[in-house]
């Protein structure tokens, strides 16, 4: 790749908030344009909390002056503390420090509810499992703001990462023998070619406007996930969407009023229909029961409506399988498709990258090579965030709270505290840490995500 497919495709991986709300202009010319236009003023308009897409607590600190204060979450700290160093992961982040934003608040720091959840809920969750003793610790980190930091609000999106996953491994596909890659490569076709319907009527919905009964779209998806993992993480972020724009409890409007989306409400949907994910999320397995669907929302949240949120699904997901998962420009034509991987590539090559990433974790010799894998797109990441003067990236799927720290941005400025919680909730900072953020991701194996070390999850790692 030369640095000028480099950059496009970095720059086309992210969504930038900062501009007027327009169309994406990598997508006004494709079949979707008009898709796309009409999901944005949807989204930010006809929403109860749309407003908040455009104006919340996270972009308030990443515009704000001063110091950026961030909250991590650690349950090895004294392993961390031996070293001295602090590795990024990969996941939704691409390879950062995974943080939330803090607000200065009586003397301390208070907390995004997404840092409170991750905090007392879903770290202890994860410890309690393991069993070995360790508790949770929050981290304060204080960044200084470099005088030439990019001011807009551009965040990665980790779904539209198709086609650099499809990218690296066209470079380094010659860590396989030729019997692996041929293997690998019909792997992908077979499962592409034996999730038609699904595409087909995916496609049929986002460019046609084909009616399909929700329940009936909801049991196919749920067929077709096991074939194409990615499809879990377009529904994860789908419901987790819809739940946090459409909430009208007490809660989700006191949030609200803060300038926050209510994460509690995607943490508790993912953790009461799969208590085990906790630490070891895998949204590939996504994949809530259908006939229980409308019990699940009742119990998350009552104040949304099961029917509508089945229509908006429906429609959400085939938009994003279309937008996100097809050659952008391109209308795959099921009836002539022809059944190859590198003609599949041109129709829908996103899609193979996705299912590339995912399929190396377990395939053959590769899973020894997965982490130079990451750490190849890591490398590019930070070589575009540099690029841009990015500092602080944030989950551009939507602006939930997550946001990282760029290990890898020239000269940054920081200290790192160790924090307590006092009795309001509130962080304060107690102990400054000798810690260094180093620019290369920890091993997948050794990530609290995967296994038992390091730092807390990704809530949507990919």
Same mark, same amino acid.
């Given at each position: 790749?030369?640095?000028?497919?480099?950059?496009?495709?970095?720059?086309?991986?992210?969504?930038?908030?900062? $501009?007027?709300?327009?169309?994406?202009?990598?997508?006004?010319?494709?079949?979707?344009?008009?898709?796309?236009?009409?999901?944005?003023?949807?989204?930010?308009?006809?929403?109860?909390?749309?407003?908040?897409?455009?104006?919340?607590?996270?972009?308030?600190?990443?515009?704000?002056?001063?110091?950026?204060?961030?909250?991590?979450?650690?349950?090895?700290?004294?392993?961390?503390?031996?070293?001295?160093?602090?590795?990024? $992961?990969?996941?939704?982040?691409?390879?950062?420090?995974?943080?939330?934003?803090?607000?200065?608040?009586?003397?301390?720091?208070?907390?995004?509810?997404?840092?409170?959840?991750?905090?007392?809920?879903?770290?202890?969750?994860?410890?309690? @499992?393991?069993?070995?003793?360790?508790?949770?610790?929050?981290?304060?980190?204080?960044?200084?703001?470099?005088?030439?930091?990019?001011? *807009? %609000?551009? *965040?990665?999106?980790?779904?539209?990462?198709?086609?650099?996953?499809?990218?690296?491994?066209?470079?380094?596909?010659?860590?396989?023998?030729?019997?692996?890659?041929?293997?690998?490569?019909?792997?992908?076709?077979?499962?592409?070619?034996?999730?038609?319907?699904?595409?087909?009527?995916?496609?049929?919905?986002?460019?046609?406007?084909?009616?399909?009964?929700?329940?009936?779209?909801?049991?196919?998806?749920?067929?077709?996930?096991?074939?194409?993992?990615? %499809?879990?993480?377009?529904?994860?972020?789908?419901?987790?969407?819809?739940?946090?724009?459409?909430?009208?409890?007490?809660?989700?409007?006191?949030?609200?009023?803060?300038?926050?989306?209510?994460?509690?409400?995607? @943490?508790?949907?993912?953790?009461?229909?799969?208590?085990?994910?906790?630490?070891?999320?895998?949204?590939?397995?996504?994949?809530?029961?259908?006939?229980?669907?409308?019990? %699940?929302?009742?119990?998350?949240?009552?104040?949304?409506?099961?029917?509508?949120?089945?229509?908006?699904?429906?429609?959400?997901?085939?938009?994003?399988?279309?937008?996100?998962?097809?050659?952008?420009?391109?209308?795959?034509?099921?009836?002539?498709?022809?059944?190859?991987?590198?003609?599949?590539?041109?129709?829908?090559?996103?899609?193979?990258?996705?299912?590339?990433?995912?399929?190396?974790?377990?395939?053959?010799?590769?899973?020894?090579?997965?982490?130079?894998?990451?750490?190849?797109?890591?490398?590019?990441?930070?070589?575009?965030?540099?690029?841009?003067?990015?500092?602080?990236?944030?989950?551009?799927?939507?602006?939930?709270?997550?946001?990282?720290?760029?290990?890898?941005?020239?000269?940054?400025?920081?200290?790192?505290?160790?924090?307590?919680?006092?009795?309001?909730?509130?962080?304060?900072?107690?102990?400054?840490?000798?810690?260094?953020?180093?620019?290369?991701?920890?091993?997948?194996?050794?990530?609290?995500?995967?296994?038992?070390?390091?730092?807390?999850?990704?809530?949507?790692?990919?």
């Amino acid at each position: 790749m030369d640095t000028h497919d480099g950059y496009h495709l970095w720059a086309d991986a992210h969504a930038f908030y900062d $501009s007027p709300l327009i169309p994406d202009a990598r997508e006004c010319a494709g079949p979707i344009a008009d898709q796309s236009a009409l999901w944005e003023a949807r989204l930010a308009e006809e929403t109860p909390n749309g407003a908040l897409l455009r104006s919340n607590a996270l972009f308030g600190a990443l515009n704000g002056e001063g110091p950026l204060h961030l909250l991590h979450v650690t349950h090895a700290l004294e392993e961390i503390s031996q070293h001295g160093f602090l590795y990024p $992961s990969g996941g939704c982040l691409v390879g950062s420090i995974y943080c939330a934003p803090l607000t200065a608040d009586g003397g301390g720091f208070r907390m995004h509810n997404l840092a409170e959840y991750v905090l007392t809920k879903e770290a202890p969750a994860f410890v309690s @499992k393991v069993g070995d003793g360790r508790t949770p610790t929050p981290l304060i980190f204080e960044i200084t703001r470099p005088r030439r930091a990019y001011r *807009g %609000l551009a *965040g990665v999106d980790y779904l539209r990462l198709g086609a650099i996953h499809l990218s690296i491994y066209s470079h380094l596909e010659y860590l396989l023998s030729h019997a692996e890659r041929h293997e690998l490569r019909e792997t992908i076709v077979s499962r592409t070619k034996n999730s038609t319907a699904f595409l087909a009527l995916a496609a049929a919905i986002a460019y046609e406007g084909a009616a399909v009964a929700p329940a009936a779209f909801l049991q196919l998806l749920d067929e077709t996930i096991p074939r194409l993992p990615i %499809l879990g993480y377009l529904y994860f972020e789908a419901l987790a969407e819809y739940l946090m724009l459409h909430s009208t409890s007490e809660r989700t409007q006191q949030l609200a009023e803060r300038g926050e989306f209510n994460n509690w409400l995607y @943490k508790e949907m993912l953790f009461v229909t799969f208590p085990d994910m906790a630490g070891k999320f895998d949204l590939a397995k996504f994949r809530p029961a259908p006939a229980q669907f409308e019990a %699940l929302l009742a119990r998350v949240d009552p104040t949304v409506n099961a029917a509508h949120a089945g229509t908006y699904l429906r429609d959400r997901i085939s938009y994003l399988v279309a937008a996100r998962l097809f050659t952008p420009g391109q209308v795959p034509e099921w009836r002539h498709t022809r059944w190859e991987f590198d003609s599949l590539a041109t129709q829908m090559g996103p899609l193979l990258g996705h299912l590339i990433h995912r399929e190396l974790r377990t395939f053959g010799r590769y899973p020894d090579f997965y982490f130079y894998f990451d750490q190849h797109k890591a490398l590019q990441a930070w070589n575009y965030w540099n690029h841009m003067d990015i500092i602080a990236p944030f989950n551009g799927t939507m602006p939930k709270g997550e946001i990282g720290i760029n290990p890898a941005y020239p000269d940054l400025e920081y200290a790192v505290y160790r924090a307590t919680r006092d009795d309001a909730g509130r962080v304060h900072p107690v102990e400054k840490l000798d810690l260094t953020i180093a620019p290369r991701l920890v091993d997948i194996k050794y990530t609290l995500m995967r296994n038992n070390k390091w730092s807390v999850p990704e809530p949507s790692p990919n």
